[in-house]
Nanobody, 121 residues
């Protein structure tokens, strides 16, 4: 089993930044890959970025275009999503997810509870 706890969401104005955190615990193998997803109101959940926490490889959705950066701190088993130049269309619930393999394919074995990000114009 893997437990994931997101934090760092909130309400910000367009153009500002937020950093989301995903603290992971439990089976080390099953959380080798951490992926951030988001789901906006009325839309399907979509992958944002993924990272192999052991090797450091990262994967991004095409639309991210350098605005978001995923990183991992092995000391506290926390994966971050740094989001810059936020836009109102980034408003969504952001989820982190864990998987043991196929990083970058948006594979999910475990979900976190989500954290709300609201960007106002």
């Amino acid at each position: 089993q893997v437990q994931l706890v997101e934090s760092g969401g909130g309400s910000v104005q367009a153009g500002r930044s937020l950093r989301l955190s995903c603290a992971a615990s439990g089976d080390t193998y099953r959380r080798r890959c951490i992926t951030w997803f988001r789901q906006a109101p009325g839309k399907e959940r979509e992958g944002v970025a993924a990272m192999y926490t052991e090797g450091g490889s990262t994967y991004y959705a095409d639309w991210v275009r350098g605005r978001f950066t995923i990183s991992h701190d092995r000391n506290n088993s926390t994966t971050y999503l740094q989001m810059n130049a936020l836009k109102p269309e980034d408003t969504a619930v952001y989820y982190c997810a864990a998987a043991g393999r196929a990083c970058g394919s948006w594979r999910v074995d475990y979900w976190g509870q989500g954290t709300q990000v609201t960007v106002s114009s």
